[in-house]
């Protein structure tokens, strides 16, 4: 059992339902000694459930009974052997006996499979196993009119053919010892043989098949120290990564947050008023932003309200990049601005002139400001 145990340690847990088995089978039994050997050789047939606790070792429950043949007695000489009067009619009675099961025997047995023993378990169940059995068990039998209860011990072996991962068929010999009349040695003169053969249904387990199913790898505990350790310092290393990142972020978020606090000074041209609206646009692009569309409105209201007066859109760029694009792109964003005001707001196009500056650093202090829309009126 000992040996079993270890040999458990390489597969998956396994659930109380898992692994369990039952299975019926018959064949023939005789008295181990005795002058009629072969006369005396007696039909018998047995149900079993078990159970393997692991691929080396199991439990199996069984019940026997052996099958009345009368030992050769014809109904001629039945008076002689039963004091009970024989009927015709007794559905139990098979050549003169008032049973048709003379004999029984149920008991315990310990398997151990001994390929998985001494050979490991490879993860399935070999064409052929051999597997030794021992127990313990009551027996009862009838003769002459008598009977008798007495403890029994089998030893013997099952040469298991897999036929499928869960069908198995069995050829078992074994003996079986009988403690009767205060009895209790091994005495082969109180033993009979016995021959069987049958077949046994692996019941589904929760692991997805019929059989113990190996774990993807076994660690060792030096194995699993070695990893925790390694796990400990990478969490370690992590955690002063990530206090890194942490102090990094805080200090760009102080940065971005002293530059929007910064004045945004407006130069202006002296020889015209401009308007305070300016409106922004993302680098590359010349798009207005509905953020930057209440500029563009402002503007519209303003130019409503002073129905005489022109106003010149002027388009810029900031200096990164190729300065024939950033040309484009100021004479973009104007004529975007252009278009805003007269569909969108539906200022008449004659009030308004555009223009294309270019890149430039003059407008605004911080360079990413100058990607600007800026408003002129026209005195």
Same mark, same amino acid.
């Given at each position: 059992?000992?040996? @079993?145990?270890?040999?458990?340690?390489?597969?998956?847990?396994?659930?109380?339902?898992?692994?369990?088995?039952? #299975?019926i089978?018959?064949?023939?039994?005789?008295?181990?000694v005795?002058? /009629?050997?072969?006369?005396?050789?007696?039909?018998?047939?047995?149900?079993e459930?078990g159970?393997?606790?692991?691929?080396v070792?199991? %439990?199996?429950a069984?019940?026997?009974?052996?099958?009345?043949?009368?030992?050769g007695?014809?109904?001629?000489?039945?008076?002689?052997?039963?004091?009970?009067?024989?009927?015709?009619?007794?559905?139990?009675?098979?050549? #003169?006996?008032?049973t048709?099961?003379?004999?029984?025997?149920?008991?315990l047995?310990?398997?151990?499979?001994?390929?998985? %023993?001494f050979?490991?378990?490879?993860?399935?169940?070999?064409?052929?196993?051999?597997?030794?059995s021992?127990?313990?068990?009551?027996?009862?039998?009838?003769?002459?009119?008598?009977h008798?209860?007495?403890?029994?011990?089998?030893?013997? %072996?099952?040469? /298991?053919?897999?036929?499928?991962?869960?069908?198995?068929?069995?050829?078992?010999?074994?003996?079986?010892?009988?403690?009767?009349d205060?009895?209790?040695?091994?005495?082969? /003169?109180?033993?009979?043989l016995?021959l069987?053969?049958?077949?046994?249904?692996?019941?589904?387990?929760?692991? @997805?098949?019929?059989?113990?199913?190996?774990?993807d790898?076994?660690?060792?505990?030096?194995?699993?120290?070695?990893?925790?350790?390694?796990?400990n310092?990478?969490? /370690?290393?992590?955690?002063?990564?990530?206090?890194s990142?942490?102090?990094?972020i805080? @200090?760009?978020?102080?940065?971005?947050?002293a530059?929007?606090?910064k004045?945004?000074?407006?130069?202006?041209n002296?020889?015209?008023t401009?308007?305070?609206?300016?409106?922004?646009?993302?680098?590359?692009?010349?798009?207005?932003?509905?953020?930057?569309q209440?500029?563009v409105?402002?503007?519209?209201?303003?130019?409503?309200n002073?129905?005489?007066?022109?106003?010149?859109?002027?388009?810029?760029?900031?200096?990164?990049?190729?300065?024939?694009l950033?040309?484009?792109l100021?004479?973009?964003r104007?004529?975007?601005?252009?278009?805003?005001?007269?569909?969108?707001?539906?200022?008449? #196009?004659?009030?308004?002139?555009?223009q294309g500056?270019?890149?430039?650093?003059?407008?605004?202090?911080?360079?990413?400001?100058?990607r600007?829309?800026?408003?002129?009126e026209?005195?």
């Amino acid at each position: 059992m000992a040996l @079993g145990a270890s040999a458990q340690e390489t597969v998956m847990g396994s659930k109380l339902t898992d692994n369990w088995f039952i #299975g019926i089978g018959g064949g023939v039994y005789e008295p181990t000694v005795g002058q /009629n050997v072969f006369k005396d050789l007696r039909p018998t047939a047995y149900f079993e459930i078990g159970r393997y606790l692991t691929p080396v070792f199991g %439990l199996r429950a069984n019940g026997s009974v052996g099958i009345n043949n009368n030992n050769g007695n014809s109904r001629s000489n039945l008076t002689n052997v039963y004091p009970y009067t024989y009927a015709a009619s007794n559905p139990f009675a098979w050549k #003169g006996y008032h049973t048709v099961f003379d004999f029984t025997n149920v008991g315990l047995d310990a398997l151990f499979n001994l390929n998985n %023993l001494f050979a490991g378990y490879a993860g399935a169940p070999r064409p052929v196993e051999v597997v030794a059995s021992a127990g313990m068990g009551w027996g009862w039998y009838r003769y002459a009119g008598d009977h008798k209860d007495y403890v029994t011990a089998k030893f013997g %072996l099952d040469f /298991n053919f897999n036929v499928t991962s869960a069908l198995q068929l069995s050829l078992r010999p074994y003996i079986i010892y009988n403690f009767q009349d205060n009895n209790t040695d091994l005495d082969i /003169n109180s033993s009979y043989l016995n021959l069987t053969a049958g077949l046994a249904y692996k019941l589904p387990n929760s692991n @997805g098949t019929h059989n113990f199913k190996l774990c993807d790898k076994k660690y060792t505990q030096a194995e699993m120290d070695e990893m925790n350790a390694r796990i400990n310092g990478l969490r /370690n290393d992590y955690e002063g990564k990530l206090a890194s990142a942490n102090n990094t972020i805080k @200090g760009l978020q102080d940065a971005l947050a002293a530059e929007k606090a910064k004045d945004k000074t407006v130069i202006v041209n002296k020889n015209t008023t401009q308007l305070a609206p300016v409106v922004i646009v993302d680098q590359g692009k010349s798009v207005i932003n509905k953020s930057q569309q209440a500029s563009v409105q402002m503007i519209a209201t303003y130019m409503k309200n002073h129905p005489n007066s022109h106003v010149t859109i002027k388009g810029y760029a900031s200096p990164e990049g190729d300065k024939e694009l950033n040309q484009k792109l100021s004479e973009a964003r104007a004529q975007a601005v252009y278009n805003m005001l007269t569909k969108t707001y539906k200022i008449d #196009g004659s009030r308004l002139s555009k223009q294309g500056l270019g890149e430039t650093t003059e407008v605004f202090d911080e360079y990413d400001w100058n990607r600007v829309c800026i408003f002129e009126e026209n005195k």
